[in-house]
């Protein structure tokens, strides 16, 4: 049993079929068409316009968002604030790179799709300047297995499939040094990577894929344990109650976060919308919708 890592394959098209080779290709070539606009309230601006463009009032306040449920918690968010005489319109994004692209450009005032500490690696690599502002829910993350009911019969050499950007990888081999998987050197905590692991007892194969393909290789034969988000794990009929392990230690800044341009933090808008995202009204949604799925952290 070897005490340190094995190389990590380039991708995954390297151990799976056809069939996944195809789907790791990248997703979309993202054009100003693939962004589906829907407002939260009726009759919503659906024109792609940008929050300095006329988007017919001040008060409306446009938020970027992925998929279910963020999008659902910021239409339930548009709906306090339209109590206050505000319009909450949502851009829904078909990836997890749109959304701060379109924040860091002006696009829209807002976003809420991300947690803090891959909203600052965007930062960094694209030398913006945005700001978590708002933790809203803390999502019930794991490890699936299609083949493997208990940790113990992982055999040796299996192949392990964890993200490949460097904020959810820590969070991925945190867990497994967690229950005992792996060891990470000492102090790394969740900024832990590849290279941080000091024993491997199962000499586990380590296969990085992008976060949006995580539930396809939970499918892939050979993959024996799989990290991923219950968002992205629901596409293949599963909830955190199937995972094999599930994160013990949550760290906050993992929480979904509420995410806007740092100099306009302070405005009115970005107040109004904090207020509304961390309203009685999206905690009953979130305790009442999505308990099996995350916890509120607000």
């Not at 799976?16 to 606009?37: C, D, E, I, K, M």
């Not at 976060?211 to 993959?223: R, V």
């Not at 405005?267 to 099996?292: G, N, P």
């Amino acid at each position: 049993m070897s005490s340190s890592p094995r190389p990590r394959p380039t991708s995954l098209s390297a151990h799976g079929s056809a069939r996944f080779r195809a789907f790791l290709r990248p997703l979309a070539v993202l054009a100003a068409g693939a962004l589906l606009l829907t407002g939260c309230a009726e009759g919503g601006d659906t024109t792609g316009e940008g929050a300095g463009g006329d988007a017919g009032s001040d008060t409306t306040i446009r938020v970027a968002s992925h998929m279910p449920p963020m999008t659902d918690v910021v239409e339930v968010a548009g709906e306090v604030a339209e109590e206050e005489g505000w319009t909450v319109e949502l851009v829904q994004v078909s990836d997890n790179v749109q959304y701060n692209r379109l924040l860091a450009d002006g696009e829209v005032d807002a976003n809420f799709a991300q947690h803090e500490p891959y909203m600052q690696a965007f930062n960094a690599e694209h030398d913006a300047e945005l700001t978590a502002l708002a933790p809203i829910y803390d999502a019930k993350v794991g490890f699936y297995s299609a083949e493997f009911d208990d940790v113990a019969d992982i055999p040796e050499g299996a192949q392990v499939a964890i993200p490949n950007d460097a904020s959810n990888e820590g969070r991925a081999l945190a867990i497994l040094d967690e229950h005992g998987l792996i060891s990470l050197a000492e102090g790394v905590g969740f900024e832990g990577r590849i290279s941080d692991i000091e024993e491997n007892p199962k000499d586990l194969e380590w296969v990085q894929v992008d976060l949006l393909n995580l539930s396809s290789a939970y499918e892939e034969d050979g993959i024996a344990l799989v990290y991923n988000y219950p968002t992205y794990i629901a596409r293949v009929g599963l909830t955190p109650q199937d995972a094999i392990l599930l994160e013990e230690t949550v760290d906050q800044r993992f929480a979904i976060q509420l995410v806007a341009r740092a100099e306009d933090a302070d405005t009115e808008k970005i107040e109004v919308l904090e207020q509304a995202m961390t309203s009685d009204e999206v905690r009953d949604f979130l305790e009442e919708e999505h308990s099996e799925t995350l916890l509120p952290a607000f």
